[in-house]
């Protein structure tokens, strides 16, 4: 990584014989994990489908979602129909620090936070400062969950988990921390692979910020830099309390089968998860984990009886590719292949970068236009950015 000044020999063989060069450290260690790992072996699992029926969708919108070659979503996902003035962009990342830190202060019921991680700067103290707050005058009507992932969120001495401990200390019963670990992490390969490096092999990467019934969806970490500098997306929904349970519940699901952080700073398997994830068998778990969160889609969609009044829906869509879950991306290529003529389809990402299954999906059906919004290449810490790695 050219910020660290890492380069290291690069001798390997290919089609035209071997090349001597230089890559850097992350990559030696990324080849490594390709070696160690033992090939991925993911039962068959067809997760494309909530419902073989359609569901109780009115008739006039039924008719819009025709109209725009769309009623198949309502086989996917769940759907949630919303009030479109509830919705609002955040615009600037002090903003999204500050409405998260009202939140934390003023919620009455939940907190649900989940991240990659929880920075360790003052910003970060008095969000949690907030929060321990918050329970204190609460008489033990607030409940408040954290999840975040293994590997980035125990990283270093002063850490996301050493933020978190004084709240678990004071209000064990009252808040949960769960540390996602990727089964793909295990056997030698754990004991190899440093702290940061060990990252590349598999993470926690949900961001899902909820506190009572307003949702916060976006790509933002909990720390400085996504406070202070680093533009991300952030969409506020308000006043969304069936969507809210829905998150509520995904989280919990993936807490379930995530590592549970004790008081004293210890990691222990959730009392309803029998099942380790780099101990145990790498497809028990996988499959024990797949069959939790697919299971919330299915009755989700099989208790929608009726649709409310709305002008807006939301599918909820999950990608877990090292759980042989490909929600997400199929319904995403989907929507490339369907698209009609003279649709637009705008794409925001921070980092652009189509698999190839995408790019086949727009080549081979130019229906419609695009339009692209991604960080400028200079960002990347790949390229001498900054970055948050």
Same mark, same amino acid.
């Given at each position: 990584?050219?910020?660290?000044?890492?380069?290291?020999?690069?001798?390997?063989?290919?089609?035209?014989?071997?090349?001597?060069?230089?890559?850097?450290?992350?990559?030696?260690?990324?080849?490594?994990?390709?070696?160690?790992?033992?090939?991925?072996?993911?039962?068959?699992?067809?997760?494309?489908?909530?419902?073989?029926?359609?569901?109780?969708?009115?008739?006039?919108?039924?008719?819009?979602?025709?109209?725009?070659?769309?009623?198949?979503?309502?086989?996917?996902?769940?759907?949630?129909?919303?009030?479109?003035?509830?919705?609002?962009?955040?615009?600037?990342?002090?903003?999204?620090?500050?409405?998260?830190?009202?939140?934390?202060?003023?919620?009455? @019921?939940?907190?649900?936070?989940?991240?990659?991680?929880?920075?360790?700067?003052?910003?970060?103290? @008095?969000?949690?400062?907030?929060?321990?707050?918050?329970?204190?005058?609460?008489?033990?009507?607030?409940?408040?969950?954290?999840?975040?992932?293994?590997?980035?969120?125990?990283?270093?001495?002063? !850490?996301?988990?050493?933020?978190?401990?004084?709240?678990?200390?004071?209000?064990?019963?009252?808040?949960?921390?769960?540390?996602?670990?990727?089964?793909?992490?295990?056997?030698?390969?754990?004991?190899?692979?440093?702290?940061?490096?060990?990252?590349?092999?598999?993470?926690?990467?949900?961001?899902? &910020?909820?506190?009572?019934?307003?949702?916060?969806?976006?790509?933002?970490?909990?720390?400085?830099?996504?406070?202070?500098?680093?533009?991300?997306?952030?969409?506020?929904?308000?006043?969304?309390?069936?969507?809210?349970?829905?998150?509520?519940?995904?989280?919990?699901?993936?807490?379930?089968?995530?590592?549970?952080?004790?008081?004293?700073? @210890?990691? @222990?398997?959730?009392?309803?998860?029998?099942?380790?994830?780099?101990?145990?068998?790498?497809?028990?778990?996988?499959?024990?984990?797949?069959?939790?969160?697919?299971?919330?889609?299915?009755?989700?969609?099989?208790?929608?009886?009726?649709?409310?009044?709305?002008?807006?829906?939301?599918?909820?869509?999950?990608?877990?590719?090292?759980?042989?879950?490909?929600?997400?991306?199929?319904?995403?290529?989907?929507?490339?292949?369907?698209?009609?003529?003279?649709?637009?389809?705008?794409?925001?990402?921070?980092?652009? !970068?189509?698999?190839?299954?995408?790019?086949?999906?727009?080549?081979?059906?130019?229906?419609?236009? &695009?339009?692209?919004?991604?960080?400028?290449?200079?960002?990347?810490?790949?390229?001498?950015?900054?970055?948050?790695?």
């Amino acid at each position: 990584m050219k910020k660290y000044g890492w380069k290291w020999p690069k001798l390997f063989a290919d089609g035209n014989g071997v090349k001597l060069g230089m890559i850097s450290k992350m990559e030696v260690f990324r080849r490594l994990s390709v070696i160690l790992q033992k090939p991925e072996i993911i039962p068959h699992f067809q997760e494309t489908m909530v419902s073989n029926e359609k569901q109780n969708v009115p008739k006039s919108l039924a008719d819009e979602f025709d109209k725009f070659g769309l009623m198949w979503l309502h086989t996917f996902s769940p759907c949630f129909p919303l009030d479109g003035n509830k919705i609002s962009v955040i615009n600037e990342p002090s903003i999204f620090y500050k409405t998260v830190a009202e939140k934390c202060q003023t919620a009455k @019921q939940r907190i649900t936070l989940a991240s990659l991680y929880l920075g360790t700067g003052h910003l970060e103290e @008095q969000l949690v400062a907030a929060i321990g707050e918050n329970l204190r005058t609460s008489r033990g009507q607030l409940k408040v969950k954290v999840l975040l992932d293994y590997t980035r969120g125990t990283r270093g001495e002063h !850490n996301s988990c050493r933020m978190l401990q004084p709240l678990l200390a004071q209000y064990q019963d009252l808040c949960q921390v769960s540390l996602y670990h990727t089964p793909a992490l295990r056997g030698i390969l754990r004991t190899l692979m440093p702290q940061r490096y060990n990252e590349v092999i598999g993470l926690q990467h949900m961001k899902v &910020y909820l506190f009572d019934n307003s949702l916060l969806i976006s790509g933002a970490n909990l720390s400085n830099d996504y406070f202070t500098n680093r533009q991300d997306r952030y969409v506020l929904i308000e006043d969304c309390g069936p969507l809210a349970d829905f998150y509520d519940g995904l989280v919990s699901r993936v807490s379930e089968f995530s590592l549970q952080l004790s008081k004293g700073g @210890q990691v @222990q398997l959730h009392s309803n998860w029998k099942c380790h994830p780099y101990k145990g068998k790498r497809e028990e778990f996988e499959s024990a984990a797949r069959d939790r969160v697919w299971g919330l889609y299915q009755s989700a969609t099989s208790q929608q009886q009726s649709f409310g009044a709305g002008d807006t829906w939301i599918f909820p869509l999950v990608e877990m590719g090292q759980l042989g879950f490909h929600h997400d991306s199929r319904v995403t290529k989907r929507l490339f292949e369907t698209a009609l003529p003279g649709s637009m389809i705008h794409l925001a990402t921070g980092y652009f !970068n189509l698999t190839q299954d995408y790019t086949l999906s727009i080549v081979s059906h130019p229906a419609a236009a &695009y339009s692209i919004l991604m960080a400028h290449p200079t960002v990347s810490i790949t390229m001498g950015g900054e970055g948050d790695w």
